[in-house]
């Protein structure tokens, strides 16, 4: 079945470590996207990729960085520099002609 | 911009009562829209979608009617069963803004038995 693997569903760390978060699809869609989710919160775009090789600060790139060298992955590592990393990590994908959002079981990352 | 705005929650429904929850947006194209739904602890899962005004989306017992007079999306449902209970969250996704989809903050909905 095609869908969005995330992995590890729970990531603790130390601060001051960088940290990588891993998502892979195979369903083919060109677009891929991270969100940050706080409790009670919406989603909040930390940054996308439209094609391979290419990606796009969100809302709150800060702190982070993404790499898009295959179309099927797009880990994110959550770097030193982000003050409030614990938080709920959704990635998900899409075609580019505005189709549903397909998101992955998210990582719950706790940093202390 | 473009933004969604939903009802504030929590709620809390007995089992077979009737829900609204309200989504309100603003857009300067026109936005397909869409309600998603989040389990304890997953992702979010597509629940419904409308591509164009007067469209109604509809799955599982759930609807929503795309509003372009109001520019509202509600989603409804008749008789909400303890399973409904889960966090809401409608969205849009305009081609004139990328197709960046934009959520509301979400709406917690509890059904007790």
């Known amino acids: 079945d095609g869908g969005i693997t995330q992995s590890p569903k729970y990531l603790f760390r130390k601060e001051g470590q960088n940290v990588t978060l891993s998502c892979e699809q195979n369903?083919?869609?060109?677009?891929m996207y991270w969100y940050r989710q706080d409790p009670g919160q919406g989603l909040r775009l930390i940054y996308y990729s439209q094609i391979v090789n290419d990606f796009q600060k969100g809302d709150i790139a800060e702190g982070y960085s993404v790499s898009r060298e295959k179309k099927e992955s797009f880990p994110l590592t959550v770097t030193s520099a982000q003050k409030n990393p614990t938080a709920f990590y959704l990635c998900?994908?899409?075609?580019?002609?505005?189709?549903?959002?397909?998101f992955g079981n998210g990582t719950r990352l706790t940093v202390t | 911009g473009d933004s969604v705005t939903q009802m504030e929650g929590p709620v809390t429904l007995s089992e077979e009562a009737f829900l609204t929850i309200n989504c309100t947006y603003t857009?300067?194209?026109?936005?397909?829209l869409f309600w998603y739904v989040q389990y304890p602890g997953e992702g979010l899962q597509l629940l419904l979608k409308a591509t164009k005004a007067d469209d109604k989306g509809s799955n599982k017992g759930f609807e929503a009617t795309y509003r372009k007079e109001t520019t509202s999306f509600h989603l409804e449902k008749g008789s909400v069963q303890v399973s409904d209970s889960a966090v809401y969250f409608c969205a849009l996704s305009a081609s004139n803004t990328g197709n960046q989809f934009y959520f509301g903050t979400g709406t917690s909905l509890t059904v007790i038995p």
């Open positions: 998900a994908s899409s075609r580019r002609d505005g189709s549903p959002l397909h």
């Open positions: 369903l083919n869609h060109d677009a």
């Open positions: 857009a300067t194209g026109y936005p397909s």
